[in-house]
């Protein structure tokens, strides 16, 4: 491949990114998500609650890597729905830490079942080899992506700020 043919290659998969941005804000109204009680830019946070434990909103801020009040007011809504609760922080008594509740834990099951039967009927056309490749493809992305901000200096300079 041609440098030339690498630079429209990345001009359109930048296209075909912002397409599936796009798409994407689309696609989650059909998850039907509107029945757990919260928004779902909310519900959201449960996952990283289910895979890191209970954490304060500004580190689950910093995860989501979204403003702390944004987190906050989210979080609330979760609380409100009975999906997360607030705990002592044991390392700071007078912190409360976010954690996910069992209904918390059974929307977040819910969720992803929805996510993978949408994604498994958008695909039904496609031959398994090539839903693994483009998984494999798309997971290799993701990581060049994580590399490439974890090596930002823009990206460091904020979060030691």
């Known amino acids: 491949m041609t440098k030339q043919d690498s630079g ?5 998969l930048a296209d075909e990114l912002l397409r599936f941005f796009r798409l994407g804000t689309r696609a989650k109204s059909m998850l039907n998500a509107g029945d757990l ?20 909103v500004t580190d689950l801020a ?19 729905a009975g999906l997360a609760r607030r705990e002592a922080d044991p390392a700071d008594g007078r912190a409360s830490r ?3 509740t069992d209904a ?4 977040c099951g819910r969720l992803h079942d929805m ?5 498994s009927e958008t695909l039904s056309h496609w ?3 090539r839903v693994r490749a483009f998984a494999d493809l798309f997971e290799e992305f993701n990581s060049s992506v994580e590399t490439r901000l974890r090596h930002d200096p823009a ?6 700020a």
């Open 127 to 129: 031959p398994a080899e």
């Open 104 to 107: 918390g834990l059974a929307a």
């Open 115 to 119: 996510r993978h039967a949408l994604l």
């Open 8 to 12: 429209d290659a990345t001009g359109r």
């Open 37 to 56: 009680g919260a928004e779902f830019s909310a519900l959201m946070l449960l996952f990283p609650l289910r895979h890191l434990g209970p954490m304060r």
């Open 155 to 160: 990206v460091a300079a904020r979060e030691n």
């Open 62 to 80: 910093e995860v989501k890597g979204a403003d702390p009040s944004t987190i906050s007011r989210q979080a609330a809504q979760l609380v409100k």
């Open 98 to 100: 976010l954690a996910v």
